[in-house]
């Protein structure tokens, strides 16, 4: 069974404006936790924010926020202000704690921003 | 800087031969991982090594083998490249209990 679902598989979006990339998961561990990766056309993958299944408020990293539904099983992904740097694959990741903290990853969704 | 080195950006290789992709890794990490990107499909752990000469088995381990002497190396071999095998691979590490994961810049791998 899928663990982490990305239902987007491409997005474009207006440079200066926000978007959101889903992202659902399916676990039956208590702890858990949720991370976005951001891969350019280098190929390198990026750490952007991580979200703990128990921390009470939603993660944010400068220009991302994660917007984590508990009840929904949902960790979506939210860019503001978007930049053309911005274009890229990005991936929802799980670490699940029965999974001796192995990451289970998405499809990824690529988002080309335009000028 | 943290940098995790992946020895070859592309490859193209024939059925039959056996591959070697090296990894290593300077942040003297006790996980390190093999994965496999796939269009559609994300990133799927080929296996897993916890110490050295540790391994585990990840999701899709058939093809593959693994070989950590080292701490900070960690070889994928494929004994008998096979078409479907031509992937991007992907080697990362991570501290246990973080789960945050560095990632190399992946060796295209094309099996003719």
């Known amino acids: 069974a899928q663990k982490i679902t990305q239902t987007q598989p491409g997005m474009f979006v207006q440079e200066k404006e926000a978007v959101t990339l889903d992202c659902t998961y399916d676990?039956?561990?208590?702890?858990?936790?949720l991370f976005w990766y951001k891969q350019p056309s280098s190929g390198e993958m990026i750490f952007l924010i991580y979200?703990?299944?128990?921390?009470?408020q939603n993660a944010t990293e400068g220009r991302y926020s994660l917007n984590f539904q508990k009840a929904r099983k949902s960790a979506n992904l939210v860019i503001s202000a978007s930049q053309l740097g911005d274009s890229a694959m990005y991936f929802c990741?799980?670490?699940?704690?029965?999974?001796?903290?192995?990451?289970?990853f998405g499809a990824g969704t690529t988002v080309t921003v335009r000028a | 800087d943290v940098k995790v080195t992946q020895s070859s950006r592309y490859l193209v290789k024939r059925t039959g031969e056996k591959v070697f992709l090296e990894c290593v890794q300077d942040m003297d990490h006790e996980n390190m991982f093999w994965y496999r990107q796939d269009p559609g499909l994300g990133l799927r752990l080929i296996y897993f090594?916890?110490?050295?000469?540790?391994?585990e088995k990840g999701d899709i381990p058939e093809g593959y083998s693994v070989s950590r002497e080292k701490k900070e190396r960690f070889s994928l071999i494929l004994e008998s490249a096979s078409t479907n095998q031509t992937s991007m691979y992907l080697c990362?590490?991570?501290?246990?209990?973080?789960?945050?994961?560095?990632f190399g810049e992946g060796s295209r791998l094309t099996v003719l």
């Open positions: 979200q703990g299944s128990y921390d009470q």
């Open positions: 990741a799980m670490r699940e704690s029965s999974r001796d903290y192995k990451l289970s």
């Open positions: 676990t039956s561990d208590p702890s858990y936790g």
């Open positions: 090594s916890y110490d050295v000469k540790m391994k």
């Open positions: 990362a590490s991570g501290e246990t209990g973080t789960g945050e994961l560095f």
